[in-house]
């Protein structure tokens, strides 16, 4: 009896042994030099893509570029997911806002648009209130309006290739309007194409 | 029967060797489009394929010119042809840097696609987000 125990503990430890062995273990992602396979879904990639493309695009083409050398005063409107994923559009706009910023030729509003932070019009509410030295609040007409403003949309669509595959396309559209008169001075689409199992899920 | 083989094989790689492509360098008339000649035919286009194939031919880069654009950034303009007969797709990643020989931190250096269709030129452009940047470093892998 002492022995079959002894016979069915040793079996139960060699099975866990031999599982926790054969399973998928975590890694971090090496997200400058990735080598994972593609997947249907967008991923840090597709964005990292599109986004490069659509600064080099938007600075090469010199429309941030002001004649008298100041910077233009840009705001981030309206970017649309209209995607079938959970899409925080800022994925994108972040990292085209940052390197607006540090190009030098422009600088991002958070008065207004969809980067605006909510502090700078709460202070201005404080205007009133004895519990705040005045002289730190600032003064009415001080928010700088928005040059230029930047607008677009991400949209997806879905396409059966064949019987066991499908495509879907994504499109990274982007535009950079002059806010006074309306006039757009630069847009560029990005187009990121993937062709895979009809199994597999893109949202 | 060997000195058959052995002429046929002199025969296509003579023919690639010397073949010239007719007409106006800057159009590529592809096969199945184009004409069948002495150099590309449907006998020696296997031949060739098959031989390209087995020395490992691939992407040549011929230039790279960097010039500061009006905006005031700096662009690379690569230009290279494929030797190869399949279509070569790709990745590059520029790295920019500064008069102190430093890389320039941006967003921008990420690892972007491209590809170059069999025996044709490519070129692609890659602006610098940054005025500072003066030189440039690029890395190419597979298109897994």
């Known amino acids: ?203 | 029967m060997k000195k058959l083989i052995l002429f046929y094989v002199s025969a296509v790689f003579l023919a690639i060797g010397c073949g010239e492509e007719r007409g106006d360098s800057r159009i590529k008339v592809r096969e199945g489009v184009g004409s069948d000649n002495i150099v590309s035919n449907v006998v020696t286009r296997p031949v060739a394929k098959a031989f390209s194939a087995l020395i490992g031919e691939g992407i040549e880069i011929d230039e790279a010119i960097l010039r500061r654009n009006n905006a005031g950034f700096l662009e690379l303009h690569v230009n290279g042809h494929n030797k190869s007969y399949s279509t070569k797709k790709f990745r590059y990643r520029v790295e920019w840097l500064d008069s102190d020989g430093l890389v320039v931190e941006t967003k921008t250096s990420v690892w972007l696609r491209t590809s170059a269709m069999g025996k044709s030129p490519f070129s692609f452009k890659v602006v610098a987000p940054r005025t500072e940047a003066v030189d440039f470093r690029m890395d190419t892998r597979k298109w897994e």
């Not at chain 1, 926790?20 to 840090?44: Q, R, S």
């Not at chain 1, 599109?50 to 600075?59: D, E, I, K, N, R």
């Not at chain 1, 649309?80 to 994925?91: A, C, E, K, S």
Request: proline letters at 1%; glycine letters at 8%; a neutral charge.
């Open chain 1, 1 to 203: 009896m002492k022995a079959k125990t002894i016979q069915i503990i040793t079996l139960v430890s060699l099975f866990s042994v031999l599982f926790i062995g054969c399973g998928e273990e975590t890694t971090n992602i090496d997200v400058v030099h990735d080598e994972g396979k593609p997947v249907m879904a967008l991923d840090y990639r597709d964005f990292d893509q599109a986004a490069s493309s659509l600064v080099q695009s938007m600075l090469g083409s010199g429309a941030l570029k002001k004649e008298d050398g100041s910077r233009y005063v840009v705001a981030t409107g309206r970017v649309v997911n209209d995607t079938m994923q959970r899409i925080d559009t800022d994925q994108l706009m972040a990292k085209i806002e940052e390197e607006i910023l540090n190009s030098g030729q422009a600088v991002m509003t958070s008065a207004v648009g969809s980067g605006t932070d909510k502090l700078i019009h709460e202070t201005r509410e404080l205007r009133d209130s004895e519990e705040f030295d005045q002289s730190s609040i600032a003064a009415r007409g001080t928010l700088l309006a928005p040059e230029l403003s930047i607008a677009g949309k991400i949209f997806q669509r879905n396409i059966r290739y064949d019987k066991k595959r499908q495509q879907v396309e994504y499109y990274f559209q982007l535009k950079l309007s002059d806010a006074k008169t309306g006039l757009r001075f630069w847009q560029k689409e990005i187009i990121v194409g993937k062709r895979g199992s009809n199994k597999s899920v893109a949202w």
